[in-house]
T-cell receptor, first 114, second 115 residues
Framework: DTEVTQTPKHLVMGMTNKKSLKCEQH?????MYWYKQKAKKPPELMFV???????INESVPSRFSPECPNSSLLNLHLHALQPEDSALYLC?????????????FGPGTRLLVL | AQSVAQPEDQVNVAEGNPLTVKCTYS??????LFWYVQYPNRGLQFLLK????DNLVKGSYGFEAEFNKSQTSFHLKKPSALVSDSALYFC?????????????WGAGTKLIIKP
């Protein structure tokens, strides 16, 4: 089973709202990722967690706040977003420590910021 | 610097014909190469990867890719295209010497299969 699940599928929020995106995997992967993808563009890496610790933050604005409460869950907390943050947010996971390993992606959350 | 190029924004193929989606890469060390597919309004699905060994890699949905070290290419192929293969395809590379193990992505190629 190579399934990564994400909720919600769609999210509409105002610029003053606080919301959270959730990601879950049960493959025993200890690396988890958040990506942002604009239409018809490749995904852009935002954050990487390795063994539940933040290992990479690609200079993402502080209005995005990641959290990895355990080895199966990854959250992305959103606050005071801008309309340009509207995008598809993808979660992925992989085994840690081996560059040969495949990243498996969830279906994404499509976010619209009004 | 590491990079991936997908030289065609769009590829049009008639159903039943063979298809090729091109990818070339530039890395300083040995590359690990991946192909992903994205159907409309969906996440990325892993198709296949080249790590080492046989240059012809077989993957999901009848796709295969050929690693060519001298041409630094990793083209995706399928002998007989289906309309359902219409999607956005991304090639990605990872340099095994990069301790961050991040993927470097191509810009994507839209594949359109016409009935």
């Amino acid at each position: 089973d190579t399934e990564v699940t994400q909720t919600p599928k769609h999210l509409v929020m105002g610029m003053t709202n606080k919301k959270s995106l959730k990601c879950e995997q049960h493959m025993g992967h200890r690396a988890m990722y958040w990506y942002k993808q604009k239409a018809k563009k490749p995904p852009e890496l935002m954050f990487v967690y390795s063994y539940e610790k933040l290992s990479i933050n690609e200079s993402v604005p502080s209005r995005f706040s990641p959290e990895c409460p355990n080895s199966s869950l990854l959250n992305l907390h959103l606050h005071a977003l801008q309309p340009e943050d509207s995008a598809l947010y993808l979660c992925a996971s992989s085994l840690v420590g081996d560059p040969r390993e495949t990243q498996y992606f969830g279906p994404g959350t499509r976010l619209l910021v009004l | 610097a590491q990079s991936v190029a997908q030289p065609e924004d769009q590829v049009n193929v008639a159903e039943g014909n063979p298809l090729t989606v091109k990818c070339t890469y530039s890395v300083s060390g040995n590359p690990y190469l991946f192909w992903y597919v994205q159907y409309p309004n969906r996440g990325l699905q892993f198709l296949l990867k080249y790590i080492t060994g046989d240059n012809l890699v077989k993957g999901s949905y009848g796709f295969e890719a050929e690693f060519n070290k001298s041409q630094t290419s990793f083209h995706l192929k399928k002998p007989s295209a289906l309309v359902s293969d219409s999607a956005l395809y991304f090639c990605a590379v990872r340099d095994f010497r990069d301790s961050n193990y991040q993927l470097i992505w191509g810009a994507g190629t839209k594949l359109i299969i016409k009935p």
